[in-house]
Nanobody, 125 residues
Framework: QVQLVESGGGSVQAGGSLRLSCAVS????????MGWFRQAPGKKREGVAL????????TYDDSVKGRFTLVQDYAKNMLYLQMNSLKPEDTAMYYC??????????????????WGQGTQVTVSS
């Protein structure tokens, strides 16, 4: 059974940084399409970033390009989301998710089967 556990959320001022962590068990990070998603109150869950199996492809939503970076630690089976230059509009619950072949590896939430419990990120102006 795949389990995903997020951590690292918190409250920061605009311009600050946070690093979110996703501990992956029940599957290998190297062989899995992994994504980070977020959901703000009253809004739909949206894709932030993804990494394909073996890290061959990384994709970022336009809203976070140049500010967020995915980092994979295969030895620890950990996925990180380094978030810099945070903005108030980044405030949301952030979720780590895993897709299962043959689903497409993209930022569509419907392609992801396993989800973590989420970690809250709050950015104040």
């Amino acid at each position: 059974q795949v389990q995903l556990v997020e951590s690292g959320g918190g409250s920061v001022q605009a311009g600050g940084s946070l690093r979110l962590s996703c501990a992956v068990s029940g599957t290998t990070l190297r062989g899995t399409c992994m994504g980070w998603f977020r959901q703000a109150p009253g809004k739909k869950r949206e894709g932030v970033a993804l990494v394909s199996p073996r890290g061959t492809i990384t994709t970022y939503d336009d809203s976070v390009k140049g500010r967020f970076t995915l980092v994979q630690d295969y030895a620890k089976n950990m996925l990180y989301l380094q978030m810099n230059s945070l903005k108030p509009e980044d405030t949301a619950m952030y979720y780590c998710a895993a897709s299962v072949w043959p689903a497409t590896c993209d930022l569509d939430t419907s392609d992801y089967v396993y989800w973590g419990q989420g970690t809250q990120v709050t950015v104040s102006s």
